[in-house]
């Protein structure tokens, strides 16, 4: 067949349409996430891969046209569908969903009313089309029908199977010579090569990632001269909590700028600015979640490892032993809970809570469905109920290791009429802002009653609490008005990534006075900071983290809100461009002068090989000997 009989047929029409719709929806993504506002080079660069894709179905189905228009079309919808997720997913996270990333789909019913709040409605474009092409294919095709059976003209194969190699080799091409700049920001590989290519790109790295280590074993000793940690000879507040209870819990979306302010004379936090007083306070504290989120929070306060980019670490570890907390305070005569009031799959926690080796868990079987707010029962029923859990461990001479995960304060920050409320300036109401203030104030509100009962029953004085934030609430991409609103009220030029990651941690101690620590920390340093107190010994563990309290010089490293090879150091909040070399700073203080930049140079370096490290690790972990459930809790508490 000649090229003028293959401009006649109607599947050569439909592959022409299908590639020029799919190009200018490319082009609509790219608008919203790279923010180009023209055919850019790298946009242009995307024609091959679409091509390639209705190519080769054109290709393979060259016989069956009827079958071949339909095949198109349904390709057609899933891109559709996976740009409409894309921007959905760049809105909320700050990077682009991957084949791992739509793997959890199955868990959007959960929070549908957060994902609601992110569309916006030219978003709607992306697929609004689709219903429309399978009408006119439908009709088409049965107008064809109803004028009897019409002849096709066969498509040779061969020259087009040439032409679709050709096209291959560019993209290809293209991928190579992105993938040896040597870029290491995930969003910007995925400009260079394309949106469409970065996903097959992403899924080959994630197959060849498991073969490619090469550095021998990971030892702590290794881990330390890299962070450059030296053993104290006295460490601070060593074993100060020694046989202690712990309580830790982790509050929801919790940012660390609402703690010790007012509103209209209101404190935000009267509870938590009570507890800081008698704590230790780390007010540069940061969050390391990856794609697992709250759960990956929960992960590395437990492990001091590092969450991966391309899974869960709940589905990533399953079935595997993790050193952690659980673990090593086991022998110590501690019985370990966790407890949250949604159910235990929802971010496979089922999986995970195994691998960390708690003992039990509690999840919204135990808790039921009073007081329900977003994913379950509020967080007054998740304190009031726990107490029992607790006084029971207590009964049977045991210590109470108990991990409590706060979700009131999720998103879209929705509560209750009937739960406390501050009275907000007007310019306030009806705004995210708004109502991120009123959830934090609800979850500080339940926290206090929660101190409260722990007094009431006698547990407080041998109680030691530990509270974090497990992710950002207020995103750097609200609205202008918004950001305007909060930089403002914080008396700082501008509303950045530096306050949106910064998540507070509060250590109270009995018989430990008050103090606020300036180090810079993350989640990956609780562990390691809990031990020094309990006086648990870590230094044949391999912990990424380092203790708070006798380790200065941070350096930490972040990579899914972030893109890889970002870090937060003592100074800075550093983020890549393609490499190193084109990357920014943020000042942790605000409006602080900025170092010179190349003074940073190692602390990118060892981040990289301390992710690269951890990642190895985690995939050498052991397969458990026995992998059994954890124990669950399911009669409702009374």
């Known amino acids: 067949m000649n090229i003028r009989d293959l401009w006649r047929t109607p599947v050569f029409h439909m592959l022409l349409a299908a590639v020029g719709l799919t190009f200018l929806k490319i082009c609509f993504v790219r608008q919203v996430i790279y923010n180009e506002w023209r055919f850019s080079p790298a946009a242009v660069s995307e024609l091959p891969v679409i091509a390639l894709i209705f190519g080769a179905a054109c290709l393979l189905l060259r016989r069956f046209p009827r079958v071949c228009g339909w095949v198109m079309l349904a390709i057609y919808a899933l891109i559709s569908v996976l740009f409409f997720a894309m921007v959905l997913y760049y809105q909320y996270f700050g990077t682009l969903v991957t084949y791992t990333s739509l793997l959890e789909l199955h868990q959007a019913g959960e929070v549908a009313d957060s994902i609601a709040s992110l569309i916006q409605k030219r978003f709607l474009l992306l697929v609004a089309d689709v219903p429309v092409w399978v009408l006119v294919l439908a009709v088409f095709q049965r107008a064809r029908r109803g004028r009897g059976e019409v002849r096709e003209r066969k498509m040779s194969g061969w020259g087009y199977a040439a032409l679709l190699l050709a096209i291959a080799a560019f993209a290809l091409g293209n991928t190579y010579r992105t993938v040896s700049a040597g870029i290491v920001n995930e969003l910007k590989k995925a400009e260079e090569m394309g949106v469409l290519t970065y996903q097959a790109y992403v899924a080959y790295a994630d197959l060849k990632r498991g073969h490619a280590w090469s550095g021998g074993d990971i030892s702590p000793a290794k881990i330390r001269a890299l962070k450059r940690i030296e053993a104290a000879e006295e460490p601070v507040h060593w074993a100060a909590a020694k046989g202690k209870d712990l309580y830790v819990i982790q509050l929801e979306a919790f940012q660390n700028f609402v703690i010790g302010r007012t509103v209209e004379g209101q404190e935000i936090t009267p509870n938590l600015n009570e507890l800081v007083e008698q704590s230790l306070y780390f007010d540069r504290f940061f969050q390391q979640i990856g794609k697992g989120n709250t759960s990956d929070a929960e992960f590395a306060v437990n492990t001091s490892l590092y969450p991966t980019n391309s899974l869960p670490m709940s589905k990533l570890t399953a079935g595997r032993e993790v050193p952690s907390l659980p673990r090593i305070l086991r022998p110590l005569g501690y019985e370990s809970v966790t407890l949250h009031t949604n159910e235990v799959q929802f971010w496979s926690r089922d999986l995970m809570y195994p691998a960390?080796?708690?003992?039990?868990?509690?999840?919204?079987?135990?808790?039921?469905?009073?007081?329900?707010?977003?994913?379950?029962?509020?967080?007054?029923?998740?304190?009031?109920?726990?107490?029992?859990?607790?006084?029971?461990?207590?009964?049977?001479?045991?210590?109470?290791?108990?991990h409590l995960?706060?979700?009131?304060?999720?998103?879209?920050?929705?509560l209750p009429e009937d739960k406390p409320a501050l009275r907000l300036p007007q310019e306030w109401e009806n705004t995210l802002f708004g109502k991120y203030i009123q959830a934090c104030h609800y979850a500080d509100y339940a926290l206090g009653m929660f101190i409260e009962e722990l007094k009431a029953r006698g547990l407080w004085d041998d109680a030691m609490i530990v509270v974090y934030g497990d992710h950002f609430g207020f995103p750097d991409n609200a609205p202008e008005e918004e950001r305007r609103l909060a930089a403002e009220w914080l008396g700082i030029p501008s509303y950045t990534k530096v306050?949106?990651?910064?998540?507070?941690?509060?250590?109270?101690?009995?018989?430990?006075?008050?103090?606020?620590?300036?180090?810079?920390?993350?989640?990956?340093?609780?562990?390691?900071?809990?031990?020094?107190?309990?006086?648990?010994?870590?230094?044949?563990?391999?912990?990424?983290?380092?203790?708070?309290?006798?380790?200065?010089?941070?350096?930490?490293?972040?990579?899914?809100?972030?893109?890889?090879?970002?870090?937060?150091?003592?100074?800075?909040?550093?983020?890549p461009g393609k490499t190193f070399d084109d990357g920014y700073a943020l000042p942790l203080d605000p409006g602080a002068p900025l170092p010179d930049k190349e003074s940073y140079r190692d602390d990118f370096r060892r981040v990289l090989k301390l992710l690269e490290w951890s990642d190895s690790y985690v995939d050498r972990l052991p397969q458990m000997d026995d992998a059994i459930p954890v124990d669950a809790a399911h009669e409702d508490a009374e």
Request: proline residues 4%.
């Open 405 to 414: 995960i706060a979700m009131s304060s999720h998103n879209p920050f929705d």
């Open 356 to 402: 960390l080796g708690f003992d039990r868990y509690y999840d919204k079987s135990y808790f039921g469905e009073e007081d329900v707010i977003m994913f379950g029962a509020s967080d007054e029923m998740l304190y009031r109920k726990s107490m029992p859990v607790f006084e029971e461990i207590k009964s049977r001479g045991s210590s109470v290791y108990a």
């Open 499 to 575: 306050q949106m990651f910064n998540v507070p941690l509060i250590i109270r101690v009995p018989g430990v006075e008050g103090e606020v620590i300036h180090r810079t920390g993350g989640q990956v340093d609780v562990m390691p900071t809990v031990a020094n107190l309990l006086g648990v010994d870590t230094s044949d563990m391999v912990v990424f983290g380092q203790d708070l309290l006798n380790n200065g010089g941070n350096v930490l490293g972040q990579r899914f809100y972030l893109p890889t090879g970002s870090f937060i150091n003592e100074e800075v909040m550093f983020i």
